[in-house]
């Protein structure tokens, strides 16, 4: 299915860091590469990568989106496999790109190719690297929300909780609702901010009601929507991308803290 | 109705703040959302029939023409009339006529999603006859004066309390010190009051949930048996159905309805499936003694083979808004018009327009849940998707928007430009959020920092310390 | 639009989109096929039970839709039947049937205290009994046709409807069970009404909590004979 080097030889990723990771997080794509070097894959970080499209392909701007479909398949179709640590651009890349640059036997064919090979961070690591348990240590009632996308477009699910509970003094308590969604949505955040709201209060009212101390999820939108909420109503939850707990990298601030919060 | 769906925003910041719509839309998880996933979990075949209803549905859809004719020659033999209407103006026409020529006073209605999408209660009313819902959800809204607000349970914004009240004011024979307080009180005096315009009713106008072409039958489904009480006891039976509604045999219709109701309410099967065929037959003691079928298009030729062909597979279940986010947040009064939810998303701007119907499709976050629960498998947040594509094309986006959306494109296609800019703007950022690492407020972020604190940024940029790490020797 | 020309703007706005033609004559044969011999598609393991397992499986459905399920050695224990079970809800001693055939044999002289009417049911009735000629037991579901024999408005104008079936017509699936009208009233023939029946009437209108008896019967009491 990939082209998978020969025995001995380790295959290589092409990290596509997403435009919040590298903007807002960056801690998020160092924790990734570590675990990636972990389960034994090469790394590297094309320069020419920036936005999935999925501002332009949501709000119905196809054309823009093809352009940046074709832009990143181009920084990154060279490698074995193209990992991204957030389950809707990955969703964007393996799933609609071949839809948004269909129609063109050209560059359907080469979009389908690609999207072979993407795959979001922790299901990669669990299902195609087999990686059972990770060497975190992280002492904490942990509860995790299952992003959308990632969920419903990659079936992601226990793969996060399979390595989470390898972490050395993690506890993980699921909280209610985990499936549903937190009410960011992108662009719909912005648009209808008042039921984005709603949606999001019935999210950190479940997440309060988990009784842990700690939010994790796999996508850095979702992530930053909860922390503002959970910051704005006064609630003190540590909120981080489940990159880092796994990496063993959760000595920085976390999402909408300073170093003084933790 | 007249559609009220260009108000969406307000209507739904509105609906935000109702407490007793607040505490009505919290219990759906509790009802519709457990019972499916029990019946579901009940059903070890259920994800294969929902493959195998979808298999149906798009079988019929692609001999549509061919099925409609064998539909309309079976009630024909069977002594029913097909009338064909093209558009809801043509339905609302032939209806009355039919009614007309019986000298019709009182028409009772089953529950009928077809006939608030032609408003056919109001051009009744203004013709001098009578509509009388039947369904009891129904019946609770029509004395209202309110549209339905969800396409199963229509009164499921309604408190008993407000129940009350309402029989207290309309049923104003009844003695007013009785005793209201509880639903099977309730249920009583509308069980009660409805049975006799039951028997007195001229007409009978039902909708389907199914056309069978191999037999010429149309079917419904109800738990309360007003359906079945509305076709038999008038003298006529009109069924107003739109054209998508066909299937081709009693096993299809099989297959569609052991996944109906479990999407629907959970249960197993509804209480009463009917099947009609024509009117009464020689020897019947009961029955009408004319069956009417008037097929409705209204729009669905139009998206048959269009972007939008899957949403003709809807079975009218509702599952869609049960599980979704927004509707859950709303309400479905919100939508403004007869379609709520994910569905309404998808349908109503085939129907009433998109200028007119332009939120709904863009109310979403795309969760996916909603096509996850749709028996018929429907892609609906890709069908709401198309809509945003031809809101975009037709330069309906809010200009606000589209600058933003432009500008963010502009640089996100130039690597280096995008790296420039992002690489000034987010150690400066950090800088500004560094006492607390969030903002509470932020210029051009009102509409996020309204209702939450903006994290800011961790200082430079991945890139730039990716670059900073790999010149390191 | 109204008539002919409306009825051919519908059709040809189908083909239309479709991109077909009316005439052609594939297209034709495979409704024509389907049409002719309708066949199954996936029937869940469920409706495959025979024998006990099956009857079981019938009266767990409507007992768990709040009907009641008795079973009768023979037509002759009908009348002990109905009147204890009318006796025991505090209900009149009065019963509307049509003139079905199975329903004739029941030695009502057995039971002498109770009124019996007969025709299409009233607006007033509180008891009446209809014969389903088939039954599903995957949902527990009676099927019930319309005629002199067995009235619709006996289904649901009563405020306790007693549903008489016969064991050896009660089958696993709605195949099956249509299969067995098929076989009375012809291919591609149905009589006026096919009440499917799966309890007693009910609704969840008022704030989700569910109340019997909306319109239809506040009861249901079905009861299996032989």
């Known amino acids: 299915m990939t082209n998978e080097k020969a025995s001995g030889a380790k295959p290589s990723v092409g990290l596509f860091v997403t435009c919040l990771v590298d903007t807002i997080r960056p801690s998020v794509g160092f924790a990734a590469i570590k675990l990636l070097e972990e389960a034994g894959c090469t790394v590297e970080v094309p320069r020419a990568q920036t936005c999935c499209g999925q501002p332009a392909y949501n709000s119905g701007d196809k054309a823009d989106a093809r352009t940046l479909a074709l832009n990143t398949i181009a920084a990154l179709e060279s490698y074995d496999y193209v990992v991204a640590p957030s389950g809707s651009c990955a969703g964007m890349l393996k799933h609609h790109y071949p839809e948004l640059l269909s129609g063109d036997p050209n560059t359907e064919s080469r979009a389908r190719a690609f999207a072979e090979k993407v795959h979001e961070l922790v299901s990669f690591l669990v299902d195609i690297r087999g990686m059972k348990s990770v060497e975190a240590k992280y002492a904490g009632r942990v509860t995790y929300h299952d992003s959308c996308a990632g969920l419903r477009e990659l079936s992601i699910k226990d793969q996060p909780r399979k390595l989470l509970v390898s972490v050395q003094g993690l506890n993980l308590e699921e909280m209610e609702e985990a499936e549903i969604c937190c009410g960011f949505g992108g662009t719909f955040c912005i648009k209808y901010p008042d039921i984005s709201n709603a949606i999001v209060e019935k999210k950190t009212a479940n997440i309060a009601a988990s009784k842990t101390d700690c939010l994790l999820a796999g996508d850095l939108g979702c992530l930053m929507n909860m922390a503002g909420k959970l910051s704005r109503e006064g609630r003190e939850m540590e909120v981080r991308h489940v990159a880092e707990v796994l990496a063993g990298m959760t000595d920085g601030p976390a999402i909408g803290a300073n170093g003084g919060d933790k | ?473 | 639009m109204s008539g002919p020309r409306a009825r051919q703007s519908i059709l040809d706005a189908v083909r239309g989109a479709l991109n077909v033609k009316g005439d052609d004559t594939a297209r034709k044969h495979t409704v024509q096929k389907r049409l002719k011999s309708p066949r199954a598609n996936l029937v869940p393991e469920r409706a495959k039970a025979t024998g006990n397992a099956r009857l079981k499986l019938f009266t767990e459905m409507l007992e768990g839709q709040s009907a009641r399920v008795s079973r009768a050695k023979s037509v002759g224990d009908i009348p002990e039947i109905v009147t204890a079970y009318l006796r025991e809800n505090n209900l009149p001693a009065e019963l509307r049937t049509g003139s079905d055939e199975l329903l004739g044999h029941i030695p009502w002289d057995k039971a002498p205290t109770l009124t019996r009417h007969f025709g299409r049911g009233q607006g007033g009735d509180a008891v009446t009994m209809s014969r389903a000629r088939a039954a599903a037991a995957e949902t527990g579901t009676l099927f019930l046709t319309s005629g002199e024999e067995n009235p619709t408005t006996l289904n649901f104008l009563p405020d306790t409807h007693i549903a008489v079936i016969r064991a050896k017509d009660i089958l696993g699936s709605y195949e099956d069970a249509w299969n067995a009208l098929r076989k009375i009233y012809g291919a591609r023939t149905l009589p006026r009404t096919v009440n499917l029946v799966s309890g007693p009437s009910r609704t969840a209108d008022i704030e989700q909590i569910i109340i019997m008896g909306a319109h239809g019967p506040r009861r249901l009491h079905v009861i299996i004979v032989g």
């Open chain 2, 1 to 473: 109705m007249k559609p009220e769906s260009r108000a969406f925003k307000t209507s739904a910041t509105q609906a935000l703040t109702n407490e007793p719509l607040r505490k009505a839309l919290g219990g759906i998880k509790h009802g519709f959302v457990a019972n499916r996933a029990k019946a579901r979990a009940n059903l070890p075949e259920f994800e294969q029939l929902r493959d195998e209803a979808k298999a149906v549905k798009d079988h019929t859809l692609a001999h549509l023409d061919l099925y409609l004719e064998e539909f309309e020659a079976k009630v024909s033999q069977a002594g029913g009339h097909v009338h064909w209407a093209p558009n809801a103006e043509d339905a609302r026409t032939v209806i009355e006529k039919i009614c007309r020529e019986a000298n019709a006073k009182t028409v009772t209605k089953g529950k009928t999603m077809i006939g608030e999408e032609i408003a056919i209660n109001e051009h009744l009313a203004s013709a001098g006859i009578t509509p009388v819902e039947t369904d009891l959800g129904e019946y609770l809204i029509q004395i209202r004066n309110e549209p339905p607000s969800h396409i199963i349970a229509p009164a499921i914004h309604l408190t008993k309390a407000q129940v009350e009240a309402d029989f207290r004011r309309i049923h104003k024979d009844l003695p007013k010190d009785r005793v209201l307080e509880e639903p099977g009180q309730l249920v009583a005096e509308a069980r009660q009051v409805l049975r006799d315009r039951f028997l007195s009713a001229d007409v009978g106008i039902t909708g389907a949930n199914l056309l069978i072409a191999e037999t010429g039958t149309s079917v419904i489904v109800t738990n309360e048996g007003n359906g079945d009480l509305t076709q038999c006891l008038p003298r006529i039976h009109i069924v107003i159905a739109s054209i998508e509604k066909t299937v081709p045999t009693l096993e299809d219709a099989n297959t569609i309805l052991r996944v109906l109701a479990r999407s629907a309410t959970g249960q197993e099967f509804s209480t009463y499936t009917t099947y009609s065929t024509g009117p009464k037959r020689a020897g019947d003691p009961d029955g009408p003694e004319e069956y009417h079928v008037v097929l409705l298009d209204n729009g669905r030729t139009e998206m048959l083979g269009s972007e939008f062909h899957d949403m003709l597979r809807c079975i009218r279940c509702g599952a869609c808004m049960n599980h979704c986010p927004v509707y859950g947040a709303v309400g479905g009064h919100a939508y403004g018009w007869v379609y709520p939810g994910p569905m309404g998303a998808v349908l109503a701007p085939s129907l009433i327009g998109i200028d007119e119907a332009g939120h709904l499709p863009n109310a979403s976050t795309f969760c996916g849940r909603c096509e996850a629960v749709c028996p018929m498998r429907i892609p609906l947040p890709k069908m709401m998707r198309h809509w945003r594509e031809r809101e975009y094309e037709k330069g309906n986006t809010p200009p606000r928007y589209k600058l933003g959306l432009k500008l963010w494109a502009f640089v996100a296609k130039r690597p280096r430009l995008y790296q420039a800019l992002t690489g000034l703007a987010m150690p400066l950022l950090a800088r500004l959020g560094k006492r607390s690492g969030r903002f509470r407020t932020l210029p051009l972020a009102a509409g996020w920092t309204h209702h939450r604190d903006l994290p800011a940024p961790q200082g430079k940029t991945f890139q730039q310390l990716w670059r900073e790490r790999e010149a390191r020797p």
